[in-house]
T-cell receptor, first 114, second 115 residues
Framework: KQEVTQIPAALSVPEGENLVLNCSFT??????LQWFRQDPGKGLTSLLL?????REQTSGRLNASLDKSSGRSTLYIAASQPGDSATYLC?????????????FGSGTRLSIRP | EAQVTQNPRYLITVTGKKLTVTCSQN?????MSWYRQDPGLGLRQIYY???????DKGDVPEGYKVSRKEKRNFPLILESPSPNQTSLYFC??????????????FGQGTRLTVV
């Protein structure tokens, strides 16, 4: 059974720092690994999608990597800003119990201090 | 604009009063699903649909029904809501599932309170 874990659960850093959010998964047979951002009480906004054949994806100040062999993905945020404060969720899409599913981690709540 | 639209955004209802939360996508996606999000439990899948008239249970289907009569719509039905169904609900869609490179899109959420 796929399990997706995100550590730490919460992170607070001063503005301007570069930071890394971690996501680990137990079953490496995934189709996609997707990172989302969620603001309090709001919906999920897709940030980056990494296909199973890819190693990383970049969008602006965000870079996500995927290492299926070790069951890890990281989201790198460069030059953090207060507007980056949100909860970041990773999700692994794969085939589990004969059905394709998206399994979410519990998220990392990020706070950027001005 | 590509989007998944849920309605209503907020709903307070009483125990036992049937309700429907609508979900519509404008991307001609085949796959749609419903999740609930609860503190400490994360996002859990309720039901999903691989295509029109094809639905299946997710991890927490008890107390919910769905239908997929047309590709764009996937309503979530609570026949007799109970307080333990108080939660934040999300609808999601994807062109396909189980295919590398297909991105999942989420609605803005429906906050349901059952008293």
């Amino acid at each position: 059974k796929q399990e997706v874990t995100q550590i730490p659960a919460a992170l607070s850093v001063p503005e301007g720092e570069n930071l890394v959010l971690n996501c680990s998964f137990t079953d490496s047979a995934i189709y996609n690994l997707q990172w989302f951002r969620q603001d309090p009480g709001k919906g999920l906004t897709s940030l980056l999608l990494i296909q199973s054949s890819q190693r990383e994806q970049t969008s602006g100040r965000l870079n996500a990597s995927l290492d299926k062999s070790s069951g890890r993905s990281t989201l790198y945020i460069a030059a953090s800003q207060p507007g980056d404060s949100a909860t970041y969720l990773c999700a692994a899409e794969g085939s589990y119990s004969s059905a394709s599913k998206i399994i979410f981690g519990s998220g990392t709540r990020l706070s950027i201090r001005p | 604009e590509a989007q998944v639209t849920q309605n209503p955004r907020y709903l307070i209802t009483v125990t036992g009063k049937k309700l429907t939360v609508t979900c519509s996508q404008n991307m001609n996606h085949e796959y749609m699903s419903w999740y609930r999000q609860d503190p400490g439990l994360g996002l859990r899948q309720i039901y999903y649909s691989m295509n029109v008239e094809v639905t299946d249970k997710g991890d927490v289907p008890e107390g919910y029904k769905v239908s997929r009569k047309e590709k764009r719509n996937f309503p979530l039905i609570l026949e007799s809501p109970s307080p333990n169904q108080t939660s934040l609900y999300f609808c999601a869609s994807s062109l396909f599932l189980g295919v590398s490179g297909t991105e999942a899109f989420f609605g803005q959420g429906t906050r349901l309170t059952v008293v």
